[in-house]
């Protein structure tokens, strides 16, 4: 197996809960109409709220719903700015994102020294189920937020697909006039929106510094939050997209971390590479094919060239795998890079998105 | 009439409403009764729309009450009079296109946030389809309904949320004369069941149609309220208006002289970026001549869209040639349809007509900002553009302080002789006008007649866009009928009536795929 082995998944689901739980939060506000762009520093924020209360109490309890409380904090002024005084939603998104950097470098470094370390989450066993081999540890021997993660999707897919609430909340992103003519609160269920989106992207914080590795650093989202807005962009603001994207993201990541370790990039790599890019390109033409009859054509297009040529180049790396180092920075850049490609490629998803995205909603103009 | 005794089921008494130092609505009376069918007469800016606002609690007002079955309300939010049973038909549909009908009923204030009205709502739709007639396709997404189907939706949204007087603004807008005969038979249905409705609208045919009794605005306060059927036309003009409108005068003969544009075997796909989706158009053949008005007539949705798209270079052809002021009109783009001698009067005036956030001198010199005297070397010249948008704001009757505000704010009839000021403003060989009168007043809507009247004697070719088949009955010389993408036929102005025009309408079924 190499480098892709049962730690590596197991690493991997632990990459993608947070960003997975930072994002359902932000497809439910964006479904709202409001994109929260300060989900970074909400979840830092989040981060250092759960540290702190943790570092005043050793409750890993107390601490997530410290983390909860903060995220709700930082998310409320995004509401306030957003729904209130209407302020440009990117703007006042990047400002939060600023701030939440700067307030939490600040406190920690002022207030809480000196540092602690705190055990991270127990794992937690589900009998029976952790015995399926490869699935069963990676995915039935992780920590409770992990499971709560999941609960939590199921609960939105559920709320979103079967409850009134669910259709108000689309109407108010698609139309808010029709909602509004319907009698259903805009900034009721805005404010609803964006303050849960501040409890998920706080809670995935606090698993960042007291769930996962047990302790805070300065700016340690690194850039989960603006991965989890593009996780959005990218599953089409569908919970299902969103699974796929997350997963996206989080095997690069998990990747990088063991490339990192390694150095040296084995013969496996690139074989995966390969099928990844095969793979993206017959389920391209399938979709395609499903539309118009241009498969019969058989024509290519430019991007499948640039697959093919592509996958020839990762066939001559299989077949003599060169040594290559990369220092770790651009490791590190990994799933960014991925995260660019997947958007550039799937840019026409953009008329998926809720049409009052972003757009604050006066009434007068009925 | 027999209500006449019971109380009113809606009475308005000596309600006024300021904003600032304008009075919208001056000490107004009103009732409407259960069972009756009310018209609410008025030119735009009379007062109609604050006066609804106020009933559907979307404004409160200053003075005055508003009384229902006899107790005084006052809701303070859209919700309270949807909850007391007052609804209204939006002109610009309440509707979410990506829900479903189904979930669009079901939209509504959850008290139990994981509440689920769709199964409620469900039954609640059927109930009203047994008793109104109202049917709904209750999976279907409503952006794949049409504006007839939509409409019907959210009539029955509202009797869904037990809406027991209903106020229709402007209904016929957007519907063919079928989809007309069909509201109105149901609005006659919904009376007689002991609904209350109100009616606002600008056309005095569908007033003397359906209404029972009318109540007209003028600047703000009541000026006569009556039955229906002891009035005529022509005193409820001098009402709205405040004194007579001229007579129009006769259509002038013209004798069409050359071809200006000239439409061959026009075929167009669906979707414009698949050729092998099913025609929007197809073997369209037109020739429209100097001096001549050819009326396109056709319920919305026969490929209106597509045809002006097409010919404006908007929309890929698939096949067929467009000839414009005698020359072969290839490669169009929007751009060199203007240079060539083509003008637009678009349909949706909000969004593709106007700039609306741009100063209305903007608005008008835009089409004239690329060439001198406006500009020299590629540099504007601001102070000879706003002279400019004054002299045509004299010439064209554009009632404004000032050049420099936002044309948004001006009203729709205003906005409307801007955009008619600048497309006539280059001394266009053809104008393409569609739905040119659409939500407009009396007088605006004479205003933009004259206008087209005389760009004909001019020897101007105009082709007429119009799902208002009397529009197209008056004005054109010839009148091709667009239906499911096809042209039925051509027929000259003397030969035309509405029952042949509305048979061409209907004759065909679905068009053959060719």
Redesign the interface.
Known sequence: MGIFDVAFLVSAVTIAAPILLAATGELVSERAGVLNVGLEGVMLTGAFGGYLVMWETGSLVLGFVGGMIAGLLFAAVMALLSIEAKVDQIVSGIALTLLGYGLTAFLNERFLVPARTFDPLPRLEIPVLSDIPVIGPAMFDQDAFIYATAILIILVAF?LG????G??L??VG??P?????????IRAMRWAAVLFSGLCAGAAGAYLSIGDVGVFREGMSGGRGYLAIAAVLFGGWRLAGLGIAATIFAVADATQLRLQAIGVIPREVWVAVMILVVLVMVLGRMRRGA???RLASGRLTGIEVAGLASVAILLALVIVPPSITLPVPLWLAMPYLLALVALGTEGKRRHKAP?ALAVPYL?SE? | MANRAQTPALRLSGVTKRFGAFTANERVDLDINRGEIHALLGENGAGKTTLMRIVTGLYQPDEGEVRMDGETIRFRKPEHALRAGIGMVHQHFTLVPTLTELQNLAMRPARIPWSNATADVRRRSEEIAATTGLRINPDRMVADASIGERQRLEIVKLLCRGARILIFDEPSAALSPGEWDELAALMRRLAAEGHAIVLISHKLTEVFAVADRYTVLRAGAVVGTGLVTEVTPDELVTMMVGGPVMERPARAHVNPGRPVLTVRGLGVARDPLDPKSPPALSGIDLQVRAGEILGIAGVAGSGQNELVEAVMGIRPALRGRIELDGKPFEDRTPRRFYQSGGALIPEDRHHVAIVSGMTLWENITMRALRRPPLSRRGILNPSAARGEARRLMAEFDIRADTEKIPIGRLSGGNQQKAVLAREFSGHPALLIAVQPVRGLDVRATDFVYRQLSEHRARGGAILLISMDLDEILALSDRIAVLAHGRIQGVVEAEDATRTRIGALMTSAEEAPCS
């Open positions: 709320a079967r409850t009134t609430w259709i108000n689309k109407a698609e139309s006039v029709s909602a509004d003519a319907a009698g259903v609160g539309g118009a009859a049409t009434r009925v």
